[in-house]
């Protein structure tokens, strides 16, 4: 949660808050109150250049999630684990417009 809330004060995403008048505390408190936390039982050597990143890949199978979206490049060159898909942003975002293109 701290590595997140940091990303969002990098200075790329300053302009777009602020074109939309909103701040860290706004984005990270909408988040919050998504999120379920998870505490899983182990954590698999993963990914090899940087191990921290193998600590999201143990919360995402703890948490049976059907994606992992990350900007982080040792994350997305996996491309997948264990038949979860490791997606950039924009491919999540692509996915979900079709899923509610497609919903009913």
């Known amino acids: 949660m701290a590595e997140f ?3 969002l004060t990098r200075e790329k995403f300053a302009a777009q808050l602020a074109k ?3 701040t860290v505390n706004d ?6 109150a998504l999120i379920i936390i998870v505490s899983p039982l182990s954590t698999p050597r993963v990914v ?3 191990p921290d990143d193998d600590h999201a890949i ?3 199978l703890a948490a049976h999630a ?6 982080d490049l040792d994350l997305l060159e996996l491309g997948q684990h264990q038949g979860i898909p ?15 293109a497609n919903a009913p």
């Open 5 to 7: 809330q940091g990303e």
């Open 20 to 22: 939309r008048g909103l």
């Open 27 to 32: 984005i990270f408190g909408g988040y919050l």
């Open 48 to 50: 090899e250049r940087d």
């Open 58 to 60: 143990a919360c995402v």
């Open 66 to 71: 059907d994606a992992i979206v990350s900007g």
């Open 86 to 100: 490791i997606l950039a942003a924009i491919q999540a975002l692509a996915r979900l417009d079709s899923m509610l």
